[in-house]
């Protein structure tokens, strides 16, 4: 059973991100004095009283106006209120209530979801000030006064949102999940990618590069296995990122990588393998995931009998730094080999969480080294004792040695490759660490 959901929604710039990075405790949602940041949803998960919910954080609502990406966010607010066991309504004490805070409040009524009134930005300790009783016109009940800077009444506020929610709703049981970044250069298709995915407009899908601000989560489940894809913002080069917000969106994605289990580096088909795909995939191969080359918008590109095997090779050629990654040619736009990927996703983290026994690793080594000696300095070899592995997610090896300055990176590569041929570990990267024997 899914957490429920709580929607955090009010017009732009009352503080509805500084409230919920409060309320889930990290800073998952991009904070800045300029109105309109925040463009998808971002979801966060959340306990209180032993409660589990998902909050999910809005762009703010522009009830009246004709702009694409303001008329996008609208749209992204609608479906955080649909989808939401309790609203969040969040206003700002020192604007007071303003035209568009009653449109939003009629917009929440017609909705029939219970409204939490929430008065932001009450950072005064001391009586409440005389303004807050204004808000009892929007006809939403009591308002419960707020600073989400200071975090002063979240609790109370956390309280009523409990309230609203039936027991039954909550779920109980831990729930395993692969986490999976989807990742590139901006207008690589990854928004699409999650829209195909997910079967709606889950993210802003615009030509203009850089509409993906944040890391933006999107819970699916296919074949039995649950799923959690993570949009990110597409990573340009550092000269090209001017904006102060757009900064803030590398850095998102860099967390994005981190919190994943597999990455799936997209890459456009029209545009080819550039400087800045290596970048991307290079983040994802420092933190160890498990990875997958998705060429994308295969659709828009003329195939004779060879191009795909063309394309391929020159891309096996382009990521020689993780030749163990498996490519598959997608189209976001029409949904094509789309179930495939679902599978390698599946597939990779499965060998990223790889556990191989030290007996059976031992006689892999053995075997190598009857094949391939181990080199030599200056009349001293190297003897390898024994193997062991230390870790999953990625894989990695702890060899004990006689001389760890003997232990070539060459030699590292062939008993990586002997490994490989013999437990596959396709799509996950694989870390040695080197012991001399007495190391502690």
């Given amino acids: 059973m899914a957490k429920p959901i709580v929607a955090v929604v009010g017009r732009p710039n009352v503080g509805k991100s500084t409230l919920f990075n409060k309320i889930i405790g990290k800073r998952l949602s991009i904070v800045d004095d300029t109105p309109g940041v925040t463009r998808d949803r971002i979801y966060g998960d959340a306990e209180w009283l032993g409660r589990k919910l998902m909050f999910v ?19 992204q607010a609608q479906l955080a209120i649909d989808t939401a066991s309790v609203i969040i309504f969040v206003t700002d004490i020192k604007t007071g209530v303003t035209a568009a805070d009653e449109d939003v409040s009629a917009m929440l009524r017609k909705s029939g979801k219970p409204v939490v009134l929430c008065v932001n930005k009450c950072d ?31 609790g109370d506020l956390l309280d009523e949102v409990i309230a609203h929610i039936a027991p039954e709703e909550f779920e109980d049981e831990e729930e395993e999940i692969i986490n999976v970044a989807v990742i590139g250069k901006p207008n690589a298709g990854k928004s699409s990618l999650i829209n195909q995915i997910a079967g709606e407009e889950r993210s802003i899908v615009s030509n203009i590069a850089g509409t993906t601000r944040d890391a933006i989560d999107t819970r699916i489940e296919k074949n039995g296995v649950k799923y959690n894809f993570i949009d990110t913002a597409g990573l340009r080069r550092k000269s090209k990122v001017e904006d102060k917000i757009e900064k803030y969106s590398v850095l998102r994605a860099k967390m994005a990588i981190e919190r994943s289990d597999v990455c799936v580096i997209m890459i456009d088909a029209v545009d080819g393998f550039t400087e800045q795909d290596s970048k991307v995939a290079g983040l994802a191969l420092e933190e160890g995931r498990a990875c997958i080359i998705a060429v994308n918008k295969w659709d828009a590109i003329e195939k004779d009998g060879s191009t795909m095997d ?19 040619f997608i189209s976001a736009k029409t949904g094509q080999r ?67 300055e003997l232990f070539h990176f060459s030699y590292q590569r062939y008993l990586e490759n002997q490994i490989r041929s013999t437990f596959g570990l396709e799509g996950t990267p694989v870390r040695f660490v080197i012991r001399e024997r007495g190391d502690k």
């Fill in 338 to 404: 789309v179930d495939r990927l679902f599978e390698l996703i599946k597939y990779v983290n499965e060998q990223n969480t790889m556990r191989i026994s030290t007996g059976m690793l031992n006689d892999v080594l053995a075997d190598a080294t009857a094949r391939v000696q181990p080199p030599t300095d200056k009349g001293k070899r190297l003897k390898i004792y024994y193997m062991t592995q230390a870790s999953t997610k990625p894989p990695t090896f702890v060899c004990f040695c006689n001389k760890a």
């Fill in 57 to 75: 954080d809005t762009g703010g609502i522009e009830p009246k106006t004709d702009d694409i990406i303001l008329s996008s966010m609208r749209a």
């Fill in 124 to 154: 005064k300790i001391g009586d409440t000030p005389a303004e807050f009783y204004e808000f009892y016109n929007l006809g939403l009940g009591d308002p419960i006064a707020v600073s989400s800077v200071h975090g002063t009444g979240t």
């Fill in 310 to 328: 063309n394309f391929r090779k020159k891309l096996m050629n382009d990521f020689s730094f993780m030749p163990y990654a498996p490519i598959i």
